[in-house]
């Protein structure tokens, strides 16, 4: 066994590749193919993108998603690092029942959180009707649902459905400093806060940048929930609010499924640039030395 | 390749006429000998149970039924299934039930191509003959008949008889006086509504009503949108003040804001114009409005123009052109249009047949049940089966739906305070780009 | 000392954060117990009876002959069987990648980060094509294989052994003769379990909750997962979806019977949190690390 040249972690790379070709990188490709070609699949150049991005949808859509990332990061590197470094140091007991509050609702992703939130959002119903009348000014669900509230709402939703889960591994990110540094910072004088800010942060950054990655993925890609508040307001709220709406719209009712592809690759040239750009800047790859 | 096709129609025809023949005889329940073979059909969870007492009342055919979202509210569900099935050339269901109205328009339309030719006798003519004609219309695309509506949906007038007696109102036949009992209501009666702009629909029941060009046809792929004609301008500036004034609500009938505010014992819907399925559904299941008080009458009318009125809903059958059973597809149909609406003696008659029936035997039969119900002050079956012919067929059906357009350009601003009037133009140049991102070149005359 | 306001403000302000996250989840639990108006007229969180809550399960079941259980069942199906092949997967892979020495290493970890960000729905239209191809479509694998591919999973496992597991106690396995599979499973393995707990809880709640796949490549309403279940239930309820006409209130799906529906679909995803958690709160590390 030990005498075969085989190169080292290799094997245990091996299965998963063909997961990777078959499901990652050949839909790529052909996603690329599909938005530099036409319905005959002649090259189009850059037609389709040009085509699409003077849809009357296009820029909205992406206006819209740009607000809402923005929004939803915002909140999640704020509230979600806030949020574990004030459980972190709690008492276990409290600490996990506070956790597992900040949870529960990740169990409500998708389709069931956004049925919940047509609900919270209908004055009418909401146990949050003061909040909603006060602070939105909304005495009717197609005023929550306002235009100009909607980047919002899908932030609020997004992150009281995610936030939990990135809290969870904050405090285990946390959980992996060693306890003697917190000690030798605190017998030095360091306050609470400035152990939490200049000991705590720096060393939990990776997970913050991996956190801001992944998520600002995930914003770009919104679906599901301004599609279902798009079926349940009755259209109040457009079938092409977001890009990925745009796409399945532009694919699906009238088979274009080469602007699809071209509004697919701008999403995920936006995609590369932002995590480029988290890559570089915060070294997330530091672990290579 | 011509002559099968003719060969292949005549023994469709034939089987229809002789399928035809036995469920006119015997009515919902007889044991069909015509047809058989399996069938695999879509329907909503509304039309669910008329499927199961098709396959309960045909054992000769295997009736798979699938139940989906019924493609409601401008869903792709349908359009994204039917590519599926054409890219793997198979799959299709032989028959499929849409709630949107316009579905047929692009499944007889390239790339959907789905939807078969019903005429030259592949669907018996004498039940087409007893369907009213803006239901045929509105199945014809491009020159030919594809579907079959289930039910019709034509707007009409819906009053409380007690309220008016007792505020001394005369039922209205015009907008015009329709709008000045808003006024006086907003006066005399405040709390009280007149009706509501505020549905997803809106747009139908009061500027298909008046005839405003939003979805004119003038051939195949042109179509007429010009939102600042007179038929759009003056329904809305007389709108503007009843919305201004709280006698119209902007609020639509299905929110639970609106059931608060005028259902149940609050009682404070005096009128309201609405489609046909509107008279139990609406004021007696979702409002719940006292029992008694409730009757319809004829659409209104602008001035001394004639009647002309919209259209909410009116969900097609479709059959499959790629379909290996046409005898059983068609007799599907068929029991479901003209035979099982019929007989209103059966258990679930509300379940079989819950609107208004296309073909007019049934829907005679319907309307006569309806009116039998102690919700109504008086039967409002006579208003509501003569508004199935007075449907303003200068509407047509197009591929993109306008209810969200509508939706989002009209209604989200209406609750912010703005008027109507301000929101035509919107509106067209929504309208406008929908049709041209469908491939629709748009005219304004 | 300043210690007691500050305690007070940090209770608060996780407090204040509790109420928003859990009043949305109290609200669910208590809305099927009430009828349809009673949501209205009610007090929004208030219980309603035991009656009404099983009178909303009668109804709900009811729905399309029973298909509610149907759906929950392909769920637990499609997510289960994806995540067990998302383990056997990623866990080896991540550990290939953190310690491995092969060419294109690096590579296949560019790749991998480029693929999690990838929107999943550019890539369902030609994963569509690629299924059609392979004549999966309206097949149960053209769900699970797709969700097995978990890019996600095999980052955080490589994250986990590069930054948890000193290469010190793989050096100490080797020298003592392990051969390479036997390092993984003796050294690396066993000390897996809390990243196991978290790609099966990522993966599992991502295959549970994924929408925009199954409802593209699935023929039948049949095979639906719960989550496109549940939009097709939205639209059975009349307030929700008007275009049905006037049939919608003999379906009997109204308000009380969608939150049900919701809440009875998000059991799983909560004992699976309940079963992870233990393993995910004692932290990222085993015991490794801290000796």
């Not at chain 2, 099968?4 to 015997?26: E, G, H």
């Not at chain 2, 329904?235 to 709280?246: C, E, F, H, V």
């Not at chain 2, 006292?290 to 319809?296: F, R």
């Not at chain 2, 068929?334 to 679930?348: M, S």
């Amino acid at each position: 066994m030990r005498g075969l040249r085989v190169p080292r972690g290799l094997p245990f790379v091996l299965p998963y590749l063909p997961f990777l070709i078959v499901f990652g990188i050949a839909p790529t490709i052909y996603a690329l193919d599909l938005a530099f070609t036409n319905a005959t699949g002649g090259w189009a150049w850059f037609h389709n993108f040009v085509r699409t991005f003077d849809d009357y949808r296009f820029v909205p859509a992406f206006k819209h998603i740009l607000l809402y990332t923005s929004v939803w990061l915002a909140m999640l590197v704020v509230i979600v690092v806030g949020l574990a470094l004030l459980l972190h140091g709690r008492a276990n007991r409290v600490s996990s029942t506070f956790r597992f509050i900040f949870y529960m609702p990740g169990a409500l992703a998708g389709a069931a959180s956004v049925l919940v939130w047509l609900f919270m959002l209908d004055p009418v119903v909401s146990p949050g009707r003061f909040l909603l009348q006060h602070v939105l000014g909304a005495t009717l669900f197609a005023q929550s649902i306002a235009p100009g509230n909607l980047p919002f709402i899908f932030a609020m939703i997004a992150f009281w459905t995610g936030a939990g889960g990135w809290i969870v591994v904050m405090y285990g990110a946390l959980n992996t400093i060693p306890h003697d540094l917190e000690e030798a910072a605190r017998i030095d004088g360091a306050s609470p806060i400035q152990i939490a800010l200049r000991l705590k942060l720096p060393l939990i950054r990776k997970w913050i940048a991996y956190m801001v990655i992944l998520s600002f993925a995930t914003g770009t890609q919104l679906f599901v929930e301004p599609q279902l508040v798009n079926e349940a307001s009755l259209g109040l709220v457009p079938d092409t609010w977001s890009p990925n709406q745009l796409a399945y719209q532009l694919a699906f009712r009238y088979a274009d499924f080469n602007g699809a592809a071209a509004i697919a690759v701008d999403l995920l040239f936006i995609g590369l640039v932002g995590a480029f750009l988290i890559v570089t800047r915060t070294g997330l790859f530091r672990t290579d030395d | 390749m011509k002559i099968n096709r003719r060969a292949f129609a005549l023994v469709a025809l034939v089987a229809a006429i002789a399928a035809s023949l036995v469920s006119a005889t015997a009515g919902g329940a007889a044991r069909h000998a015509g047809v058989s073979g399996s069938l695999t059909v879509w329907v909503d969870s509304v039309r669910l149970p008329a499927a199961k007492l098709y396959a309960k009342t045909h054992p000769n055919v295997k009736l798979h039924i699938v139940t989906f979202d019924g493609d409601g509210n401008g869903a792709t569900t349908l359009q994204a299934k039917i590519q599926l099935w054409n890219r793997t050339g198979n799959g299709w269901p032989d028959v499929i039930f849409s709630e949107q109205v316009n579905d047929p328009v692009w499944m007889a339309s390239k790339p959907f191509d789905y939807a078969a030719n019903l005429e030259g006798g592949v669907f018996p003519e004498k039940i087409i003959n007893q369907i009213p004609k803006p239901s045929i219309a509105q199945c014809t695309v491009n020159g030919h008949l594809v579907c079959v509506q289930d039910n019709l949906a034509p707007e009409v007038l819906y009053y409380n008889k007690k309220l008016m007696t007792q505020f001394g109102y005369q039922v209205p036949t015009t907008w015009q006086q329709w709008a000045q009992i808003g006024d006086d209501v907003a006066k005399n009666h405040p709390g009280y509504i007149i009706g509501t702009v505020g549905d997803s629909y809106g747009h139908w029941l009061y500027l298909w009503a008046d005839q405003c060009p939003l979805s004119t046809l003038k051939s195949a792929n042109t179509v007429l949108i010009n939102a600042s004609d007179p038929h759009c301008t003056r329904m809305a500036s007389l709108l503007d003040p009843l919305i201004a004034n709280k006698s119209v609500s902007d609020v639509t009938v299905f929110s639970p804001d609106f059931a608060k505010q005028y259902g149940g014992d609050a009682d404070k819907v005096l009128m309201m114009p609405g489609p046909a399925w509107y008279a139990l559904a609406v004021f007696r299941d979702t409002l719940k409005l006292p029992a008694g008080e409730w009757t319809a009458t004829t659409p209104l009318r602008w001035g001394t123009e004639p009647v002309v009125t919209g259209q909410v809903g009116g969900g097609p059958w479709i059959i499959s052109k790629h379909t290996k059973n046409m005898a059983a597809a068609v007799d599907f149909v068929q029991w479901n249009v003209a035979g099982a609406k019929l007989n209103t003696k059966v258990a679930n008659y509300s379940a079989i047949a819950p609107g208004l029936p296309s073909y007019t035997p049934a829907a005679t039969a319907w309307l006569n049940w309806l009116g039998k119900d102690p919700f109504f002050a008086s039967p409002p079956g006579a208003a509501i089966g003569k508004a199935a012919n007075q449907i303003w067929q200068g509407w047509g059906l197009v591929t993109y739906p306008d209810q969200p357009v509508w939706s989002n350009s009209v209604v989200t601003q209406l609750v912010a305070g703005k008027s109507l009037s301000s929101l035509l133009p919107a509106l067209g140049q929504g309208l406008s780009q929908a049709a041209q991102a469908a491939g629709y070149k748009v005219v304004s005359k | 000392m300043l210690r007691l306001p500050a305690l007070t403000l940090r209770l608060a302000i996780l407090s204040a954060f509790a109420v928003f996250f859990a009043v949305p989840v109290l609200w669910l639990i208590l809305a099927p117990t009430k009828a349809d108006s009673a949501l209205v007229t009610a007090s929004p969180l208030s219980f309603g009876s035991f009656h009404q809550l099983s009178l909303a399960w009668h109804h709900l079941d009811r729905f399309s002959d029973h298909i509610y259980r149907r759906w929950i069942y392909n769920s637990l199906y499609y997510a289960l069987s994806a995540t067990a092949i998302t383990l056997a997967v990623s866990v080896p892979a991540g550990y290939g990648l953190a310690f491995g020495k092969f060419p294109g290493r690096r590579l296949l970890l560019s790749l991998t980060l480029v693929v999690m960000i990838i929107p999943a729905a550019a890539l369902v239209l030609p994963i569509f094509l690629e299924l059609n191809a392979m004549h999966l479509l309206g097949r149960s694998l053209s769900v699970i294989l797709p969700f097995s591919f978990f890019p996600f999973g095999v980052y955080l496992a490589y994250i986990y052994y590069a930054t948890a597991l000193p290469p010190g106690l793989l050096d100490a396995a080797r020298v003592d003769g392990c051969s390479e599979v036997q390092t993984f499973v003796r050294v690396a393995l066993p000390l897996a379990k809390p990243v196991v707990a978290l790609v099966f809880f990522f993966s599992f709640v991502a295959d549970w909750n994924n929408f925009f796949l199954p409802l593209t490549v699935l023929a039948d309403s049949n095979q639906y997962p719960i989550q496109v279940g549940l939009s097709d239930l939205l639209s059975s309820t009349p307030s929700f979806n008007p275009a049905q006409g006037g049939g919608g209130q003999t379906v009997d799906i109204f308000r009380p019977e969608l939150a049900l529906a919701t809440l009875i679909a998000i059991v799983p995803v909560a004992i699976v949190f309940l079963v992870s958690q233990r393993a995910l709160v004692r932290g990222l590390v085993g015991g490794a690390v801290k000796e």
